[in-house]
């Protein structure tokens, strides 16, 4: 069974950083697909980044230029580096797998920046 666990949220001011972490069991993690997207309360679930297996990334673009996503397949982590975080950016973090034709999801991982 696969499982991921985020952790790495959290209070920021604006401005500030934070580093998301998402450590993945129970899956061949250096073959799948790994994304961070962000629920905002009344608002629907989106994608921030992707990372594929070769470390091709794909950013949102009210992201680009301030998040980093990246993956330690030696450690079945990826991470989300937060830079510049605005108050907009307060929402539930999730980390997902895509495994095709499965995914997951995991519970999520609060992020409030306050201005």
């Known amino acids: 069974q696969v499982q991921l666990v985020e952790s790495g949220g959290g209070l920021v001011q604006a401005g500030g950083s934070l580093r998301l972490s998402c450590v993945t069991s129970?899956?061949?993690?250096?073959?799948?697909?790994m994304g961070w997207y962000r629920q905002a309360p009344g608002k629907s679930r989106e994608l921030v980044a992707r990372i594929g297996t070769s470390g091709t990334t794909v950013y949102a673009n009210f992201v680009k230029g301030r998040f980093t996503i990246s993956r330690d397949n030696a450690k079945s982590t990826a991470y989300l580096q937060m830079n510049s975080l605005k108050p907009e950016d307060t929402a539930v973090y999730y980390c997902?797998?895509?495994?095709?034709?499965?995914?997951?999801w995991g519970p999520g991982t609060r992020v409030t920046v306050s201005s």
């Open positions: 129970g899956s061949t993690f250096s073959s799948s697909v």
């Open positions: 997902h797998v895509d495994t095709s034709p499965y995914d997951y």
